[in-house]
């Protein structure tokens, strides 16, 4: 097998000499590392995400939910671990606390007391990660009566 161009190497006035070559990406590799290094502890340690929530983000659904849940990269600290739900009118929707999935703790929900009814509605939450970074955010959804 003819060994692969390595774009980082090759070059119209690349050096013939193996020696000088292997010199060369020696050298390169010192430059390029740290950041390799820097990207891969970074991939290693990502900061909790919402990856999605039940109503999902911005879509129209036709029964109304009895629960709101949210699902992330991995388990929140619940203690720092808020979700409030407003209808079009800014009226809070009483609602129980945030309580972790028993089966997936990376899934949080708050029950409502009943169905909600036609309406858009707001989700605000905020959470703590494992790791102490306190994040949050809202998302939005909305209930239309079946036709
Ligand atoms: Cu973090």
């Known amino acids: 097998m003819p060994p692969s161009p390595n774009p980082h190497t090759a070059s ?14 020696a050298l390169l590799l010192l430059v390029v590392a740290p950041g390799l290094w820097a990207l891969g502890s970074a991939g290693e340690l990502p ?8 109503p999902a983000a911005d879509t129209t659904v036709t029964e109304g939910p009895a ?10 600290q619940m203690d720092g671990t808020r979700v409030r739900v407003m209808d079009s009118a800014e009226e809070l929707i009483p609602s129980s606390d945030a309580t972790a999935d028993e089966e997936d703790p990376k899934e949080i929900f708050v029950r409502f007391e009943e169905r909600l009814p036609p309406d858009a509605y ?15 955010g809202t998302f939005e959804f909305r ?3 079946a036709r």
């Open 12 to 25: 119209p006035s690349a050096p013939r000499s193996g020696v000088l070559a292997a010199a060369l990406a």
């Open 143 to 145: 209930v239309e009566a």
């Open 122 to 136: 707001t989700v605000f939450w905020r959470t703590i990660a494992q790791d102490g970074h306190a994040q949050n």
């Open 67 to 76: 629960e709101v849940r949210l699902i992330f990269s991995e388990p929140p």
């Open 47 to 54: 900061h909790l995400e919402l990856r999605s929530t039940v």
